[in-house]
């Protein structure tokens, strides 16, 4: 069983920083997709930025040019470097890794959250 443990989250001001962190507890042997996901009280969640491959990415229209994901392949481990935070990416955050194991399908596997907050 693979657990994803998300750091990072807190609240923050306006303009400031966060560095989103998930990390797999077990090595994922592979894995096509990284990502990030938020959820706004209210809100359906949505995905925010994604990485496949180690190389390709893509980000929702909203936070382009703010924030930026990246991996580390040997930690199994994805962040997310959010810059300028506004209000309205407060939300909760959730990694999420599609892998998988030798003679077993693809799974999505998920972080149990972490609470971002953007308030002065």
């Known amino acids: 069983q693979v657990q994803l443990v998300e750091s990072g989250g807190g609240l923050v001001q306006p303009g400031g920083s966060l560095r989103l962190s998930c990390a797999a507890s077990?090595?994922?042997?592979?894995?096509?997709?990284m990502g990030w996901y938020r959820q706004a009280p209210g809100k359906e969640r949505e995905l925010v930025a994604s990485?496949?491959?180690?190389?390709?990415?893509m980000y929702a229209d909203s936070v382009k040019g703010r924030f930026t994901i990246s991996r580390d392949s040997a930690k199994n481990t994805v962040y997310l470097q959010m810059n300028n935070l506004r209000p309205e990416d407060t939300a909760a955050y959730y990694c999420?890794?599609?892998?998988?194991?030798?003679?077993?399908?693809?799974?999505?596997?998920w972080g149990q959250g972490t609470q971002v907050t953007v308030s002065s």
């Open positions: 999420n890794i599609n892998g998988s194991f030798p003679l077993t399908n693809w799974a999505a596997y």
């Open positions: 077990r090595n994922i042997p592979r894995i096509n997709t």
């Open positions: 990485i496949t491959n180690g190389v390709r990415t």
